[in-house]
């Protein structure tokens, strides 16, 4: 296929898409609860500083660090439930163990972050105040103390 019968091909899918995107009124629904979704995985940019941005990210990871391994049971087929169940009680304390792990894992990075989050804020203020000195003139007469 050539790049000059492509173009109307592309054309014609994209119709047929819009098409049928404007035939079903869940579209528009679809799209807004998976943008709602996404936005959970955003850092959140409200300061400008970078030790904000990284408490954000923080407290995002924070939200999102809890695993339920206890998956469940429900099905609209009735006989599968049982199933499910002795599926899961099967497999529980080997998948309890690993997410307990991956848990600690997380808690240490949890940890490791927020202590670098809070010496970055002990040097953003250090800088703060040093740059707050630069900028004061100096006192006539100099660095001279009288004896």
Not at 26 to 41: A, I, M, N, P
Not at 55 to 75: C, G, N, P, W, Y
Not at 78 to 102: D, H, M, N
């Amino acid at each position: 296929m050539t790049s000059d019968e492509l173009g109307p091909l592309v054309e014609r899918i994209r119709a047929d898409a819009r098409s049928k995107e404007a035939s079903n009124p869940h579209v528009g629904d679809v799209r807004r609860s998976l943008k709602e979704l996404g936005r959970r995985f955003e850092p959140m940019r409200r300061n400008v500083s970078g030790s904000s941005r990284l408490r954000s990210v923080i407290r995002q990871a924070e939200r999102l660090s809890f695993i339920d391994h206890h998956v469940s049971t429900a099905s609209r087929k009735r006989y599968l439930v049982p199933v499910k169940r002795g599926v899961r009680s099967a497999v529980s304390w080997y998948v309890g163990a690993i997410v307990a792990q991956v848990q600690d894992f997380i808690r240490a990075n949890l940890q490791a972050l927020r202590a670098a989050s809070r010496a970055i804020d002990a040097l953003e203020q250090r800088v703060q105040r040093l740059e707050e000195k630069a900028e004061d003139p100096p006192l006539a007469g100099g660095d001279e103390r009288e004896s």
